[in-house]
């Protein structure tokens, strides 16, 4: 089976693929795809009787390599071609499995040819648009008094201002990116995990006019200060891919999210912000604001 690394340019070739793929789960995202696609795993595909095949390996550890399901528009692979093309591509576990395969599919026949471990870690949250975007209820009046500070603050004295992104709103992302990494230290060695998003999230400024997504910026005081990017998932369900603000303007973080789901996201039933990958305080806020639904995932590895 021939793989080949995956650049910018193959997105229009994979599109099709993902039109009707019918996962919930984050990583079945063709934009997150391309745009992380060179960071901690390098990824490449594979086209296979009508349907595409990823395969991630490791950067810093090359006998770190798995297989991600194979996406078509028409069908979901049974375990039995599971099994067949991992042996093929010689790539012995699947990971990011969704738990909505696992419902789908007979779990005796999947664990008489792989076996099966769940990732917590990579657990997506997903929650109501419209919950997001109205904030009702006592459970987000902490979310409500945040934005009403900001918006006091910023937005009666037209101190800030929302845009949606377009190209020439690159540079100054740029710049506020770099800035975010500095408060946040994303050079520190036990931060990898930031370098390699903010590279990945480089490469969605640098390709907003070639790829599938949607963003917005806001100023404050003319200064780029926050900003979203999201794409599709489904026709019912659009993900979160990056949101950003700096941490010392109080109420703007709150604020952005409930712009992204007002007007970035308001197409669909559904918000996908993806895993906190095991990270506390991350998983203390995506928590905060209440999911409606949490989608697992799995670790398929042949049994010998």
């Known amino acids: 089976m021939n793989f080949k690394p995956i650049?910018?340019?193959?997105?229009i070739t994979l599109r099709p693929f993902f039109e009707q793929q019918p996962y919930r789960h984050s990583n079945y995202s063709l934009f997150s795809i391309v745009v992380w696609s060179d960071q901690a795993f390098r990824t490449s595909y594979a086209l296979k009787e009508g349907s595409v095949l990823f395969l991630n390996e490791s950067v810093l550890d090359p006998e770190?390599?798995?297989?991600?399901?194979p996406v078509s528009p028409v069908k979901k692979p049974r375990s039995a071609q599971l099994h067949a093309l991992a042996m093929e591509a010689g790539i012995p576990q699947y990971r990011f499995v969704p738990d909505e395969y696992m419902r789908d599919h007979d779990r005796g026949e999947l664990e008489s040819l792989f076996t099966v471990t769940?990732?917590?870690?990579y657990e997506d949250y997903i929650y109501l648009a419209e919950d997001l975007a109205k904030l009702r209820g006592n459970r987000f009046a902490g979310k409500r008094n945040q934005i009403h500070q900001f918006a006091r603050e910023y937005v009666e004295t037209d101190r800030a201002t929302v845009e949606k992104m377009t190209p020439d709103h690159r540079g100054d992302c740029l710049r506020f990116l770099e800035k975010w990494c500095e408060?946040?230290?994303?050079?520190?060695?036990?931060?990898?995990?930031?370098?390699?998003?903010?590279?990945a999230a480089v490469t969605a400024l640098k390709n907003i006019h070639r790829l599938d997504m949607e963003g917005m910026v806001i100023r404050v005081d003319g200064v780029v200060s926050a900003f979203a990017i999201a794409s599709k998932l489904r026709d019912d369900i659009g993900v979160l891919n990056f949101e950003k603000a700096f941490p010392d303007i109080k109420g703007l973080y709150q604020f952005l999210d409930r712009e992204c789901a007002r007007s970035l996201l308001s197409g669909y039933r559904y918000i996908n912000?993806?895993?906190d990958m095991g990270v506390s305080n991350l998983a203390q806020m995506k928590k905060s604001y209440h999911p409606v639904m949490k989608e697992k995932c799995y670790r398929l590895a042949l049994r010998p």
């Open 118 to 121: 769940e990732q917590p870690e």
């Open 273 to 275: 912000k993806e895993s």
């Open 64 to 69: 770190d390599r798995h297989l991600f399901l």
């Open 7 to 11: 650049e910018i340019e193959d997105y």
């Open 183 to 199: 408060i946040r230290d994303c050079d520190a060695d036990e931060n990898y995990d930031l370098v390699c998003e903010r590279k």
